[in-house]
């Protein structure tokens, strides 16, 4: 099943070009819409963005199909695919929907590439600035040309943590016992997709996530993987895959001696 990710790559940017960036600042009160809340946005970007990877990524690999956010808040039976033989491209079309909406430019567009379980490619784009990290199973990840290294993490108590509000009050409550030895909570960037690029390059170190869909999390936790990170579920351990639970803890550490730390300070709940 071979797939140039280069010409993922193009794809990608070419759709975000055309479908998300002209529309950032620029959208209409009719252009935005709730889905199960009034904090759960979509747009029209997301919408065309969705459609035109779909077909652009389709047609690039022969039998795939695509399971795209938008398509499977619509009719949740999509999500069987990702246990079937055929590949499938998993597609977040715009990643922090809020921030976009609110002209906060913390947004992405995130394309992985998954057979079953298994993660065979991973690509995160920017439309802003025009990054793109990417990975293939086995192959290292990348950040547009250039290799990205091994993760070289610094002492624990340099180390920077992304979590939800109860986990960064544990982590918070519990440096003073540990002689400071624990990393600090840093805010949020709503945005998943983001959160992967800064663990991938190591501005970020350890990052939770309790909402765990599939297009959010697939691609960025190859990436992660593949420069040497370590992911599971809390509390059993287990890692990250595709098909798993779609809430509950998902914690990421640059090792597992850091991840077990973590975890016993912040907790699974």
């Known amino acids: 099943m071979p797939v140039d990710p280069q010409a993922v790559i193009a794809i990608i940017r070419a759709v975000a070009a055309r479908e998300v960036l002209p529309r950032f600042g620029r959208l209409r009160r009719a252009d935005i819409r709730t889905k199960s809340g009034p904090a759960d946005l979509v747009t029209v970007a997301d919408i065309e963005s969705e459609r035109a990877l779909t077909a652009a990524l389709t047609a690039v690999l022969t039998g795939s199909r695509t399971l795209g956010e938008e398509a499977a808040e619509a009719e949740p039976t999509l999500l069987a695919r990702l246990r079937e033989d055929a590949p499938v491209w998993v597609l977040d079309p715009v990643d922090g929907t809020n921030n976009f909406a609110r002209r906060r430019p913390e947004f992405a567009v995130i394309v992985a590439l998954c057979r079953g379980d298994a993660i065979l490619g991973g690509w995160i784009h ?14 290292g990840a990348w950040i547009d040309g250039r290799r990205l290294p091994a993760l070289d993490p610094p002492p624990i108590q340099d180390m920077r943590a992304a979590l939800n509000r109860k986990m960064s009050r544990r982590l918070d409550a519990a440096r003073p016992g540990r002689g400071g030895r624990l990393p600090k909570a840093v805010p949020r960037l709503f945005c998943a997709g983001c959160e992967y690029m800064a663990l991938a390059r190591g501005d970020l170190h350890v990052c939770q996530f309790d909402r765990l869909k599939p297009w959010d999390h697939a691609a960025g936790v190859l990436i992660h993987r593949e420069v040497g990170g370590t992911d599971a579920y809390a509390p059993d351990g287990t890692p990250y895959r595709p098909s798993g639970p779609a809430s509950g803890n998902l914690l990421l550490a640059p090792s597992p001696e850091t991840w077990k730390i973590l975890h016993g300070v912040v907790g699974a709940d």
Request: zero cysteines; glycine letters at 22%; aromatic letters at 8%.
């Open 126 to 139: 920017r439309p802003l600035g025009g990054e793109t990290v990417w990975a293939m199973a086995g192959e």
